[in-house]
T-cell receptor
Framework: RKEVEQDPGPFNVPEGATVAFNCTYS??????FFWYRQDCRKEPKLLMS???SGNEDGRFTAQLNRASQYISLLIRDSKLSDSATYLC???????????FGTGTLLAVQP | SAVISQKPSRDICQRGTSLTIQCQVD?????MFWYRQQPGQSLTLIAT?????????ESGFVIDKFPISRPNLTFSTLTVSNMSPEDSSIYLC?????????????FGQGTRLTVV
């Protein structure tokens, strides 16, 4: 089983739609969780950290479910500029090394 | 935010040669990280480079193949040695956020390496 698993997509959604991505992780000792965004042929950029209580940043909401070992990212009112690959990232627990998921591709259509 | 300048942005190299990738940060950071991203894959950590000590390599990566220098708190290099086509990949450096300590908060633009 992969340490971090994501649905690769693609998720094709119309502008204005709400879309949610889930990500599962295997190490119950993981303590830090992040979502990154990677545009085509660009470097990853940190989108947001994910806190136990859940957190919101504008149109983006991240949730953590420790019992089920998954994190989610919700994007409301999708924009064309949201089109990118979203990487779920989890620390390994014991070593603090970050483990990157393979990403979920989002394509927002006009 | 920290600004990272990574060079070269791309290169095409002959097999058997070596390429050194440079990463310059505009802030002092304790930890710098080197990653590889192969086509269609996610990022894989090669090694962690702390200033003043030898780099720590992940399983599957060795110093002879990927020597790393970290001469000060704003600069690091990764060398891909004795290259083969299997080394064709994107190589990225990353640093922690010097203000919040969030690890790998910032990435360089990446070096797209093709070995022929």
């Amino acid at each position: 089983r992969k340490e971090v698993e994501q649905d690769p997509g693609p998720f094709n959604v119309p502008e204005g739609a709400t879309v949610a991505f889930n990500c599962t992780y295997s190490n119950s000792a993981s303590q830090s969780f992040f979502w990154y965004r990677q545009d085509c042929r660009k470097e990853p950029k940190l989108l947001m950290s994910v806190y136990s209580s859940g957190n919101e940043d504008g149109r983006f909401t991240a949730q953590l479910n420790r019992a089920s070992q998954y994190i989610s990212l919700l994007i409301r009112d999708s924009k064309l500029s949201d089109s990118a690959t979203y990487l779920c990232v989890v620390n390994s627990g014991a070593t603090n090394k970050l483990i990157f998921g393979t990403g979920t591709l989002l394509a927002v259509q006009p | 935010s920290a600004v990272i300048s990574q060079k070269p942005s791309r290169d095409i190299c002959q097999r058997g040669t070596s390429l050194t990738i440079q990463c310059q940060v505009d802030s002092q950071v304790t930890m710098m990280f080197w990653y590889r991203q192969q086509p269609g894959q996610s990022l894989t950590l090669i090694a962690t480079a702390n200033q003043g000590s030898e780099a720590t390599y992940e399983s599957g990566f060795v110093i002879d193949k990927f020597p790393i220098s970290r001469p000060n708190l704003t600069f690091s290099t990764l060398t891909v040695s004795n290259m083969s086509p299997e080394d064709s990949s994107i190589y990225l450096c990353s640093v922690e956020d010097p203000w919040t300590g969030v690890p790998e908060a910032f990435f360089g633009q990446g070096t797209r390496l093709t070995v022929v």
